[in-house]
């Protein structure tokens, strides 16, 4: 077999993997370096698809690639369940954001104000109106903000789905890791692999989430500023006897922490998710798993009843703005879709369409064009 395809994807994350079917589909010879592709921060992500109700001042920029995304995802989720047979768990259920104090309430009035001046659709409910939507919700709750259009989706399944997609495309999945970019006469050609063995690509996409700052070989200055923020999080399980605990994504800030509760269809009730700044740290600890089940316990007191399944911590990939870094980088021939921070993801199907067109066509779609890796650096970047 000859160790070479037209674009070489480091990193089988949902990002790398839904950037290489992408590009399969349009018929580039495509190869993934991953050791365990499907694997990565989408292994611990609760999956919430939050454009709307995880608006931030400042970040109205990223809300348009949001929202972009998540217009895409009912099509994109139909398409590539009919491509591998597998059920993605996307739930359309809508998402209550609630407040429990008086600083809470006047927060999540300041973030309505923002989201109706955005024209984003949300609507403010009273404590009585939340309570009607979910009765379990604690008795305190101050007020919500109803936001049906913030879905959901299983990226564990999202994940597995990517990869029998990528497969099926005629991916190559090279369960390796990439060590080093091959640069050669000044443009990215390939990769080390950690195997031993060399893969020669004309193309190399750069998604390996919170690691991508550090791959070997390629130059300082084109080395993206991400880096890895710890998240934990608790997975819980609904006896059938218990269902339907919650029926939509409920989430809140208490004591200026996030905490969001997501159920599933089959059962599962994701609680996360901290946010740690601790390099590579992914110890769970008995302070994250307090605080989240504190902090939930508050939201909904019946959540103490429930088995606990699981607890986990990933790590997210953050840029210095929050938003993702999506095409070419300095470096000719090296194009990154990485720094997806908190949205990986909701952001998964426009990176794909984004990544792909660009490889196939050495242009960025408009929609791309205030996330270049360009923004964070004052090298000019020219088409590969
Ligand atoms: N978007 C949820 C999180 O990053 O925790």
Redesign the pocket.
């Known amino acids: 077999m000859s160790r070479t395809s037209d674009v070489l994807v480091i990193g089988g994350g949902i990002i790398g993997l839904v950037t290489a079917w992408r590009a399969a589909q349009r018929g580039l010879r495509t190869a993934v370096a991953d050791p365990e592709p499907g694997g990565g921060a989408a292994r611990v ?2 999956g ?1 698809l ?1 454009a709307v109700t ?1 608006l931030h001042y400042g970040e109205e920029t990223l809300l348009g690639l949001n929202m972009a995304s998540a217009r895409r995802y009912p099509g994109f989720v139909a398409e590539l369940e009919a491509a591998t047979g597998l059920d993605v768990g996307f739930r359309t259920c809508g998402t209550l954001a609630v407040a429990l104090d008086a600083d809470d309430r006047a927060h999540l009035r300041e973030l309505h104000a923002l989201q109706r001046r955005c024209g984003l659709e949300s609507e403010w409910l009273t404590g009585r109106e939340c309570r009607r939507l979910e009765p379990l919700l604690a008795p305190g709750v101050r007020g919500g903000l109803r936001v049906d259009g913030d879905h959901q989706v299983d990226p564990r399944r999202l994940a597995a789905a990517l990869v029998v997609a990528c497969e099926r495309a005629g991916v190559t999945l090279l369960r390796t890791r990439a060590e080093r970019l091959r640069v050669e006469h000044d443009r990215a050609a390939g990769a080390a692999l950690a195997d031993g063995t060399e893969w020669a690509a004309d193309q190399v996409v750069l998604a390996a989430g919170s690691h991508s700052g550090g791959l070997g070989g390629v130059p300082d200055e084109v080395l993206p500023p991400v880096r890895p923020v710890k ?1 934990q999080v608790v997975r819980l399980t609904v006896p059938p006897a218990y269902a339907p605990f919650l029926s939509r994504t409920v989430r809140a800030v208490v004591r200026g922490s ?1 905490v ?1 509760l997501v159920p599933r269809e089959n059962g599962e009730l994701v609680v ?2 901290t ?1 740690e700044e601790l390099g590579w740290d992914t110890t769970v600890t008995a302070g994250g798993v307090y605080e989240l089940l504190r902090d939930a316990h508050e939201l909904v007191p019946g959540i103490t009843e429930l088995p606990l399944a699981e607890t986990g911590a990933g790590l ?1 990939p953050g840029s210095p703005d929050n938003a993702p870094l999506l095409g070419p980088s300095a470096l000719p021939g090296l194009c990154l879709a990485t720094g997806h ?3 990986g993801v909701l952001l998964t199907p426009v990176t794909g369409d984004v990544l792909a067109a660009y490889l196939t066509t050495g242009e960025l779609p408009d929609e791309a064009a205030a996330f270049t890796p360009a923004r964070f650096s004052s090298v000019s970047v020219g088409a590969s």
């Open positions: 992500a609760a919430m939050a995880e998240g996030h969001y996360g998710a946010s997210r921070y908190r949205n």
